[in-house]
């Protein structure tokens, strides 16, 4: 079946760059998503690539897409102590009725 | 301002009893979903509407049930026969293009957290 797989943690440096990774089974998917979720509330939305580009950049987020090996990245530059959260990386296909598939979540962990 | 409300944000249930989440948007959404959410866990589709007055079960639906006679409404039960509801529910909704909402993103409210007594 589908499934999408996230590493669990990660932890950085305060002003360093975080790459969060994500890996996805299912070659149909069209929309790979990636949301943020803070202690205690809901997922935000933070970006979403459509399957045909590589490369999305929205101020300090860029997304890497390689479809090839199903791969997909979400780098935050200049990582700050307000972006220590858990990510999800969620995908979405033609057949999936609009319902998402997500990840386990990365936890982001942000040192002084 | 435009969003997805969840009420309650923390509820006790008694075992034998029924409980009711509520999920409210005022984002004309067409289609609305709720997830269950486990420590260390992804999210579980539990049920999910892209219409008023349907709905479809999703991943986990037992011991579960929905209603959507308003399309800014989707409530959630937890009934006594599901034997381990202690978890943090989401709800979320979604447009549609055209009718579909396939490829739409999601967008979540805060979120109930549910404990047994």
């Known amino acids: 079946g589908e499934d999408v797989e996230q590493s669990l943690f990660l932890s950085v440096r305060e002003g360093d760059s975080s790459v969060i990774n994500c890996t996805y089974t299912?070659?149909?998917?069209?929309?790979l998503y990636w949301y943020k979720q803070e202690p205690g509330a809901g997922l935000q939305l933070l970006t979403y690539i459509f399957s045909n580009m590589d490369m999305k950049q929205d101020q300090r987020l860029t997304v890497l897409l390689n479809k090839k090996d199903k791969h997909l990245s979400l780098r935050i530059a200049d990582t700050q102590t307000g972006d220590s959260a858990i990510y999800f990386c969620a995908e979405s296909n033609e057949g999936s009725q609009g319902n998402l598939i997500f990840g386990k979540g990365t936890k982001l962990s942000v040192k002084p | 301002d435009g969003g997805i409300t969840q009420s309650p944000k923390y509820l006790f249930r008694k075992e034998g009893q029924n409980v009711t989440l509520s999920c409210e948007q005022n984002l004309n959404h067409d289609a609305m979903y709720w997830y269950r959410q486990d420590p260390g866990q992804g999210l579980r589709l539990i049920y999910y509407?892209?219409?008023?007055?349907?709905?479809q079960k999703g991943d986990i639906a037992e011991g579960y049930s929905v209603s959507r006679e308003k399309k800014e409404s989707f409530p959630l039960t937890v009934t006594s026969a599901q034997k381990n509801p202690t978890a943090f529910y989401l709800c979320a909704s979604s447009n549609s293009d055209r009718g579909r909402v396939r490829n739409q993103p999601q967008h979540f409210g805060d979120g109930t957290r549910l404990s047994i007594l």
């Open positions: 509407s892209q219409i008023v007055n349907d709905f």
């Open positions: 299912d070659s149909s998917s069209t929309y």
